[in-house]
């Protein structure tokens, strides 16, 4: 959907460098999620959002970091990336009750 | 926190049979379960959900079927086409106002022609 993006779309980078993806929504959703996926595992969450300025742990959160100062973005940072980063990560949101819409992924290596 | 079980993790079927795939969760308290299929490369997409008022919900080809007691749910797709090739994605959403979603492990599809 074109309501929900992901930059980069791939990214390859090296053990202890800082990595920032980008997540950005124009239906004005207030819940904000990130994902990792990897084979074997399903999609597990990271980090949630129930508004700006409002975040909180998933399941899997270690050595990532959030924010969400606007209800429209919510960048996730890798702050040391270890090879175990590497992954899938996936980006949705949603209203109130109603289904999460996914964003197109990014795809994640750590060398 | 809840956790979400999913079978089998690869089935295999003729096409025009039917598949089922089967989820069970441990948080009594959750109260909506919506199915995701992933294609190969894509992004999840919800194909159906169910709310815990609801025993059964039907969309053309496919249904999903809900037992609160045994807290249980399982997707049932009839009559298998090869677009119906795909990984699906059980879940079950928390009752708490967060909009958490617990995720099963997956389920590959193939339809054989």
């Known amino acids: 959907d074109a309501g929900i993006t992901q930059s980069p779309r791939y990214k390859i980078t090296e053990t202890g460098r800082q990595v920032t993806l980008m997540c950005h929504q124009t239906?004005?959703?207030?819940?904000m999620f990130w994902y990792r996926q990897d084979l074997g595992h399903g999609l597990r969450l990271i980090y949630y959002?129930?508004?700006?300025?409002?975040?909180d742990k998933g399941e899997v959160p270690d050595g990532y970091v959030v924010s969400r100062s606007k209800t429209e973005n919510f960048p996730l940072t890798l702050e040391s990336a270890t090879r175990s980063q590497t992954s899938v990560y996936f980006c949705a949101s949603s209203e109130a009750s109603n289904e999460q819409f996914f964003g197109p992924g990014t795809r994640l290596t750590v060398l | 926190g809840e956790n979400v079980e999913q079978h089998p993790s690869t089935l295999s079927v003729q096409e025009g049979d039917s598949a089922v795939i089967k989820c069970t969760y441990s948080d009594s308290a959750s109260n909506y379960f919506p199915w995701y299929k992933q294609e190969l490369g894509k992004r999840p997409q919800l194909i159906i959900d169910i709310r815990s008022n609801v025993g059964e919900k039907k969309d053309q080809r496919i249904a999903v079927t809900l037992n609160k007691t045994a807290k249980h749910f399982s997707l049932h797709i009839t009559e298998t086409q090869p677009e119906d090739s795909a990984v699906y994605f059980c879940a079950a959403r928390d009752s708490g106002g967060y909009q958490k979603v617990t995720f099963g492990t997956g389920t590959k599809l193939q339809v054989i022609p």
């Open positions: 239906w004005s959703h207030s819940y």
């Open positions: 959002s129930a508004a700006a300025d409002i975040t």
